[in-house]
């Protein structure tokens, strides 16, 4: 079985490398940048690497030429930065993607594993959990060109039998994820606690997410190649919310200590409160999240013992 991991050296996407390595996958990995095998043992030598741009990129078909699964996690944009330029954000996603899509198709790809958004793709609501038959009115440029990628993968499915699975992720954190990426919370806290300087919390932090290990994502990913039930969209995230205050304590917790937070205006992308309901992928895909939140702080710590 040959998986070929698009957006491969970032954060989801070197996890999820290591993750099918091990599992005994072909593996390749395609990026713009070079992936960093630091803390990954013998990657070199087990994965096949292609470095291009996605949006330059003229053809996939070489690329996906004898490819059994491929996983879409690209993205040139995160929900903060999208609505600054929304002609970009849909060029950039949806119309590289469409190009892959037709060579999946030409070259019998078995399937497309799209990693979209949880968080941003549902929009403003108090139904939570937020299951995956719940309406979908994104409130950022990056929400929207997800749900477009998932409209052309079920479109893609209805005239060619591109098969597809869509994991709408949540707030996923851990060791590898990029610090000042203007996403992930923990992360990004802990390392400010860490360094003895402020947090910096936009609005009153008390907005709500569902904070998932790394780990637990690359675990639903691989799940995904197997899945033949009829379900085509899967929330993946830990079912439970914290707000950011929460996570400042829980910090507080582990490192028994005092932490400085500052709050500063709220950003108008931030949806109040998003927490998913992970029963269909508990139900349909023997998973369910393994860390905790706690234990999630714990192990970041872990991760980058070596550098405190
Ligand atoms: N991290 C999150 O909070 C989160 C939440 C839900 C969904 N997602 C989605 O999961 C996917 C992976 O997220 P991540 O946090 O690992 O992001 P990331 O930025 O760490 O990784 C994305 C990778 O894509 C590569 N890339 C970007 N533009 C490219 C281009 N033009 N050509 C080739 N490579 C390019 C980057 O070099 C990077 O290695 C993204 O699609 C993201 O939207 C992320």
Same mark, same amino acid.
């Given at each position: ?17 290591? #993750? ?8 390749? &990995?395609?990026?713009?940048?070079? =992936? ?10 087990? %994965? ?14 070489? &690329?996906? +030429?004898?490819?059994?699964? $491929? ?7 995160? =929900? ?8 970009? @954000? ?15 198709? +030409?070259?019998?790809? +078995? ?8 968080? *941003?793709? #549902?929009?403003? *609501? ?10 979908? @009115?994104?409130?950022?440029? !990056? ?8 409209? #052309?993968?079920? /479109? ?15 707030? =996923? ?13 923990? *992360?990004?806290? &802990? ?32 799940? /995904?190649?197997? !899945? ?18 929460? %996570? ?14 500052? !709050?500063?205006?709220? +950003?108008?992308?931030? $949806? =109040? ?12 895909? @023997? ?19 070596? /550098?405190?």
């Amino acid at each position: 079985m040959k998986c070929l991991v698009l957006g491969g050296a970032g954060f989801l996407g070197s996890y999820l490398c290591k #993750y099918l390595v091990d599992k005994g996958y072909n593996v390749i &990995l395609f990026d713009k940048n070079q =992936p960093d095998y630091s803390s990954f043992n013998d990657m070199e030598d087990k %994965i096949e690497v292609v470095i291009n741009d996605f949006v330059e990129c003229e053809s996939f078909d070489e &690329l996906t +030429k004898s490819v059994d699964v $491929v996983f879409h996690l690209i993205s040139t944009t995160v =929900p903060r930065n999208s609505n600054q330029n929304m002609g970009f @954000d849909i060029e950039s996603n949806v119309l590289p993607t469409l190009k892959l899509l037709n060579n999946c198709k +030409k070259n019998d790809v +078995k399937k497309v594993i799209f990693f979209s958004s949880g968080g *941003t793709i #549902y929009g403003i *609501t108090n139904n939570i959990p937020i299951s995956e038959v719940h309406s979908t @009115d994104p409130i950022c440029s !990056y929400g929207i060109h997800k749900l477009t990628i998932e409209k #052309y993968l079920q /479109l893609y499915w209805y005239l060619y039998r591109l098969d597809f699975v869509i994991m709408r992720i949540s707030n =996923p954190y851990g060791g590898r994820q990029f610090l000042n990426a203007s996403q992930g919370a923990v *992360t990004t806290f &802990l390392e400010r606690a860490l360094s003895n300087e402020p947090i910096h919390i936009w609005g009153d932090g008390n907005i709500i997410r569902d904070y998932i290990h790394v780990s637990d994502v690359a675990r639903a990913a691989s799940k /995904l190649i197997d !899945y033949k039930g009829k379900y085509k969209v899967f929330n993946i995230g830990n079912g439970e919310g914290h707000s950011l205050n929460q %996570i400042c304590a829980q910090i507080k917790t582990v490192l028994e200590r005092e932490i400085k937070v500052n !709050y500063e205006q709220a +950003k108008k992308e931030d $949806v =109040p409160i998003n927490v998913l309901d992970i029963n269909r992928a508990i139900s349909e895909l @023997d998973w369910k999240p393994r860390v905790s939140l706690q234990e999630g702080i714990r192990l970041l710590i872990e991760d980058w013992s070596e /550098l405190i």
